[in-house]
């Protein structure tokens, strides 16, 4: 299958600042990526869709301003979180779908103190 | 997509078969079950999925009834790496657009592989 590589796997920040998490699709030229987020002892919520070359979409109430999204290329997306809160602490992960099936990211785990 | 219900935990012993059942009374014909396991701070992994067909691979056995109203994911030799939550999704299979492979997650079924 797929291999989809994200990084980092871990990350500590301080609350106000800014981190970027990448997500890479190794060896599939991916035109859509997926970003979910997951809390403790819940499951993964859909935070944005990611489309190559144009805007990525967001899921309802999740704010695009916050949470900014890239894809400049077929197979890199980037995540970043800006001026993040302690309540942004939270395991995120991206996807790639490769015909019929979704290949995940090992996730990040990101802790805002 | 339509919903499913899992039971919230379920515990096998190790070496034994561990049958995971998922009730998707609401599917529709062009759906597809899915099954996926996230182990512990690892992101999900792909298992197996069936239209209407019981479906066997290397890692499991997709068995569903007749009127696709429900499945069971059999583990044939659980092992205590097999502990993980697993969800059962269901989806419309094929390309029908930008974002129609998008997944959603259930609370799933936590398997305890016990010694």
């Known amino acids: 299958g797929a291999v989809v590589s994200q990084h980092p796997s871990r990350v500590i920040c301080k609350s106000g600042t800014s981190v970027k998490i990448e997500c890479r699709s190794l060896?599939?030229?991916?035109?859509?990526m997926f970003w979910y987020r997951q809390f403790p002892k819940q499951s993964l919520m859909l935070m944005a869709t990611?489309?190559?070359?144009?805007?990525?979409?967001?899921e309802q109430g999740v704010e695009k301003d916050k949470f900014l999204i890239n894809h400049a290329s077929l197979t890199l997306s980037t995540l970043t979180v800006t001026s993040a809160h302690p309540e942004d602490s939270s395991f995120y992960i991206c996807?790639?779908?490769?015909?019929?099936?979704?290949?995940f990211g090992q996730g990040t785990r990101l802790t805002v103190v | 997509d339509a919903k499913t219900t899992q039971p919230p935990s379920m515990d096998c012993a190790e070496g034994r078969a561990a049958n995971l059942p998922c009730n998707h009374s609401t599917i529709s014909g062009n759906e597809y079950v899915y099954w996926y396991r996230q182990i512990h701070s690892q992101g999900p992994q792909y298992i197996i999925h069936g239209l209407k067909n019981n479906e066997t691979n290397e890692m499991a056995s997709l068995i569903i009834t007749e009127d696709r109203k429900s499945s069971t994911l059999i583990l044939p030799h659980a092992t205590l790496r097999d502990t993980a939550v697993y969800y059962c999704?269901?989806?419309?299979?094929?390309?029908?657009?930008?974002?129609?492979?998008?997944?959603?997650f259930g609370k799933g079924t936590k398997l305890s592989v016990i010694p």
């Open positions: 990611s489309n190559e070359g144009s805007k990525a979409t967001y």
């Open positions: 999704i269901v989806r419309v299979g094929g390309y029908s657009g930008a974002g129609s492979y998008q997944l959603t």
């Open positions: 060896d599939f030229q991916a035109t859509t």
């Open positions: 996807s790639v779908q490769v015909n019929t099936e979704a290949f």
